[in-house]
């Protein structure tokens, strides 16, 4: 009797470790809440939230966004640093370092750093400029969702971020993007020749580990 109960316990021990169901299930997940930047400016409190979700190889990038400028493409990224272990932040408003009203691409730099990955069609190319980011509906909202694979992504962000590494945690996720009629002063900056308009910030949160 006892001889017996021993072997079943051992082998309920063993299939609970044989099991991949389990282990997948208990795979890593993060979230954004993200909140406006620049509402003066936008007239709308553009926001919402950004889930990533890892089961295996497959990193699922989900942002369910709202209050964005209807009928135009949002460009949406995480930011980082690309040197050093340091944690990114959202911009206050004090990061308006030219007085201008506007929390430009730029002046998110000091804060939380640069663009690193692009949610758009294909986030493991690290292209910046694509035309495959996610339109707002009528409504101003939007739904993106993109499967990548993990491993394709690190060692893309790895080639071009070399010493970095992914560190979700240390990030922070950017909406972009205001119709091309906005009236923007001449002191907003952009990157590079992409206008003024497509990459101001309009959203913002840090990335943090889910619970669970
Ligand atoms: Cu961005």
Redesign the pocket.
């Known amino acids: 009797m006892t001889c017996k109960t021993i072997t079943l316990t051992t082998a309920i021990a063993l299939a609970g470790l044989a099991s991949p169901g389990v282990a997948q299930a208990a795979d890593a997940a993060w979230r954004a809440e993200l909140a406006p930047l620049n509402a003066g400016t936008t007239g709308t409190e553009a926001g919402g939230t950004a889930t990533l979700t890892v089961s295996g190889d497959t990193l699922t990038i989900r942002i369910d966004a709202s209050g964005t400028a209807p009928g135009i493409m949002h ?3 995480f ?1 980082g640093f690309p040197e050093g272990g340091g944690t990114s932040a959202c911009p206050a408003a004090e990061a308006d370092s030219n007085g201008d009203g506007l929390i430009d691409l730029i002046e998110t730099e000091a804060g939380a750093g640069i ?1 690193m990955v692009p949610f758009h069609g294909d986030p493991a190319s690290m292209e910046i400029v694509m035309d495959s980011y996610p339109v707002a509906d009528d409504a101003g909202a939007y739904v993106y969702e993109q499967e990548v694979s993990l491993s394709a992504l690190e060692a893309a962000f790895a080639g071009k971020f070399p010493g970095q590494k992914l560190d979700f945690d240390r990030r922070v996720i ?1 909406l ?1 993007g205001v119709p091309e009629a906005t009236d923007l002063p001449d002191s907003v900056e952009s990157l590079g020749d992409v206008p003024a308009h497509v990459t101001l910030p309009i959203a913002c949160g840090s990335i943090e580990v889910a619970g669970g």
């Open positions: 460009l949406q990224h930011h663009t950017f972009h």
